[in-house]
């Protein structure tokens, strides 16, 4: 009893690392030959935060991250930035993103595994209202956030 019991233990064993070996050696086409599921390359983050409305200008905070995961440096291309607001892309996205602090010699070229974080105050009355809610990402040449949504209320400012 013991035995059969050890070899369904091996058999269950050898059939899911089977299948595991199976599934992360798959390539496709479509992945140029890299393995299903892997995807280098940049990749990018956005978080919003409303602050108080006692503050001098009421503004949604948005925090910006974008990470290097692929093997070789990429340039960001940091002139093709847009904040997309409910699918509209903002014309002044190139004056959000040019305009406050910046890593020595700007946003160029991340090396692989490095990252960038900053934030920009977007004042409600500018590009919040009405109230309601707001669907926002960050796209540029190489990279598209995820879409997430922001929403003002009255109390908001």
Not at 70 to 95: F, H, M, Q, Y
Not at 111 to 136: D, H, R, T
């Amino acid at each position: 009893m013991l035995r059969r019991s050890a070899v369904r233990i091996v058999c269950t064993l050898l059939l899911a690392a089977t299948a595991l070996a199976q599934n992360t050696t798959q390539k496709t086409s479509s992945t140029g030959g890299r393995l299903a599921g892997k995807c280098p390359g940049l990749h990018a983050g956005i978080r919003a935060q409303v602050s108080p409305p006692y503050t001098e200008t009421p503004s949604v905070l948005l925090t910006f991250v974008l990470l290097n995961d692929s093997d070789t440096p990429l340039d960001v291309e940091a002139g093709s930035w847009r904040i997309i607001i409910n699918g509209g892309e903002l014309k002044d996205s190139g004056w959000i993103f040019g305009n406050g602090p910046a890593p020595e010699g700007g946003y160029e070229v991340l090396k692989p595994g490095e990252s960038y974080s900053f934030g920009k105050a977007m004042p409600i009355a500018e590009y919040f209202l009405p109230n309601g809610q707001y669907e926002v990402s960050w796209k540029g040449s190489a990279f598209q956030s995820p879409t997430i949504t922001v929403t003002i209320t009255p109390a908001s400012h």
